[in-house]
């Protein structure tokens, strides 16, 4: 056949078809073109004639046209995927906690990475107090002590006089974003999520130790307690995350790397989602009830406490059932 | 490995064509992007201190938000467009040509962070290099590409059809054509409206032998023969 008369043949039906891409262009819900016509067969249809056309070596520029017709009706045909949008509730009642089971063994790493010189630097500095000028500066040590004196209105602030709205948005530009490249870092061979993992695992381990030697330990713990159930959970699973990117790099088993780090990007991801949810509700709690002076710090201890606890149980028990 | 065209195959077993967008188009877009998101800041830290140091706070979620989801929330909502990319013609496509869902634009956007490193893109430059699809890091793990959009604007295919009036018999080459050379004939002639008049005729004149003419009267004879091999006469 030649071309002319393939195109005379077909003109009008790829005139149809690129009418209905023209619709699906402005706004008409692609459901509607399906329903009332029979685009998947139609596109089919595109899809023959670009091959025979391809086949028949007719010129470029009918081989072209055609290319972008079976192009968009691709898109349309295949674009409408689900993804994490519709099923954010039922994420965080069971898939969430089931995908942090699911990794165990990274999350514990991740755990021991963080919390080993978080909880054991206090312990060291009680026998050793120069330790904490090793990790850090004796500036920001009297800065910390400043801020967590008895007496202040609010703890944890450097100027007393910034308002609990704008600490919100402070911890959530600084928290979510460490959180996200704890995370990002991981695709360096892990190295990154390890590194900011230890990091700030021992500048938080440094602050609390000198703290606690220096009589403040109520003060800071009181403030700290609450908002970490949320925070400090976060970045562990952020890293933990981050340090599967690494693994599935350097270990892909029997899969491609490629493939493997696909797979450890989307379940990795998905834990990110959640790790940065946690943290983004932590900057609440941070801003708004753990820097104020006026709740006693009993009070705190106990709210703080029913939290972890919360969060450890929901980690450990949340969606075991099949809903 | 020049060749930037990539071929998807379809579940209908067709293969579509997809032109891979390079580096430089990439940075073009990213640069047109940061400019839009420092003029967001920008008006925003105009406005916000008006309210206070809370304003100061929305200011820090607003940059928080913008740098993280801006590209995330264009890519899946503006069929893989970011506002720059829009302005280079060019858009994320999963690897399979389909356009990227969530998973896919949070992977890819999130891992910039690593393809940043150590300074302006130092990684995800080194790793587009590096293969044939152009991908940074991101890309790799999230599976996706950045290709060339499709134009839409839709033109006739048609050779440049023989006028009601020109019944001329066409005098057929001294020489039976190839295949290849027949279409090279047609395709210049589906060519020619595309083309300046001067330069439809500079690459006539080369076919001199074949017509035994020169400027106008080469190009009309190639049309000529070209609408007899498309079959139009």
Not at chain 1, 89 to 104: A, D, I, K, M
Not at chain 1, 119 to 130: D, H, S
Not at chain 1, 202 to 211: D, F, K, P
Not at chain 2, 142 to 168: F, H, M, Q
Request: a positive charge; glycine letters at 10%.
């Amino acid at each position: 056949m030649k071309q002319q008369a393939f195109e005379r043949v077909h003109e009008a039906e790829w005139a149809a078809f690129e009418a209905y891409l023209g619709q699906l262009g402005h706004g008409h819900r692609f459901k509607d073109a399906l329903n009332t016509e029979d685009f998947p067969s139609r596109y089919r249809r595109i899809c023959h004639h670009l091959a025979l056309a391809r086949e028949r070596r007719y010129t470029s520029a009918l081989v072209r046209r055609l290319n972008e017709m079976s192009l968009r009706g691709h898109h349309a045909l295949y674009g409408a995927r689900t993804g994490l949008q519709r099923h954010w509730l039922r994420f965080f009642l069971s898939g969430f906690p089931r995908l942090v089971r699911t990794n165990w063994r990274a999350v514990l790493l991740a755990v021991a990475l963080f919390y080993v010189p978080f909880c054991g630097l206090p312990f060291a500095i009680r026998q050793n107090p120069e330790l904490a000028y090793l990790i850090e500066d004796p500036q920001s040590l009297a800065r910390m002590e400043e801020m967590y004196r008895s007496g202040n209105d609010k703890f944890g602030r450097q100027n007393e006089s910034d308002t609990d709205v704008f600490m919100f948005g402070f911890y959530i530009w600084n928290n979510v974003r460490i959180t996200f490249q704890v995370f990002a870092s991981g695709l360096l061979f892990g190295l990154g999520s390890i590194f900011f993992l230890l990091v700030n695992g021992l500048h938080g381990g440094a602050v609390a130790g000198h703290l606690t030697r220096m009589g403040l330990g109520e003060n800071f713990w009181s403030f700290v307690i609450t908002h970490s159930a949320l925070e400090t959970t976060g970045i562990v699973l952020a890293g933990a995350a981050g340090m599967k990117l690494g693994v599935a790099l350097l270990s892909p088993g029997r899969k491609t790397r490629l493939q493997s780090l696909k797979d450890a990007a989307r379940s990795g991801v998905a834990l990110v989602y959640g790790a940065g949810f946690m943290v983004f509700l932590a900057a609440f709690f941070e801003a708004f009830w753990s820097s104020s002076a006026l709740v006693p710090s009993s009070v705190k201890f106990g709210v703080g406490g029913g939290l972890w606890l919360l969060v450890v149980a929901y980690f450990l028990f949340a969606g075991r059932r099949h809903v | 490995m020049i060749d930037s065209v990539r071929a998807v195959e379809t579940p209908e077993g067709v293969l579509l064509e997809l032109r891979l967008a390079g580096v430089i188009v990439r940075a073009l877009a990213w640069g047109i992007d940061m400019a839009i998101r420092f003029a967001v800041y920008l008006m925003a830290g105009m406005v916000l201190p008006f309210l206070g140091a809370a304003g100061i706070g929305i200011w820090l979620i607003l940059m928080f938000l913008v740098e993280w989801f801006y590209p995330v929330l264009f890519e899946v909502l503006a069929k893989g467009q970011t506002i720059g990319k829009m302005a280079l013609g060019i858009r994320v496509l999963c690897d399979d040509g389909t356009p990227v869902g969530w998973y896919p634009a949070t992977v890819r956007n999130f891992l910039r962070f690593a393809d940043f490193l150590p300074v302006l893109y130092g990684v995800g430059l080194l790793s587009m290099l590096m293969q044939r699809d152009f991908k940074r890091l991101g890309d790799l793990a999230a599976g996706t590409i950045v290709v060339y959009a499709e134009r839409r604007v839709l033109r006739s295919t048609r050779t440049e059809g023989p006028k009601e009036e020109d019944t001329e018999a066409v005098p057929l080459p001294p020489v039976a054509l190839t295949l290849e050379e027949q279409q090279a004939l047609v395709a210049f002639s589906a060519r020619t409206r595309e083309l300046t008049t001067e330069r439809a005729e500079e690459l006539a004149d080369l076919l001199e032998p074949l017509t035994g003419d020169r400027g106008h009267g080469a190009v009309s004879h190639i049309r000529r023969l070209a609408s007899v091999y498309a079959g139009e006469r």
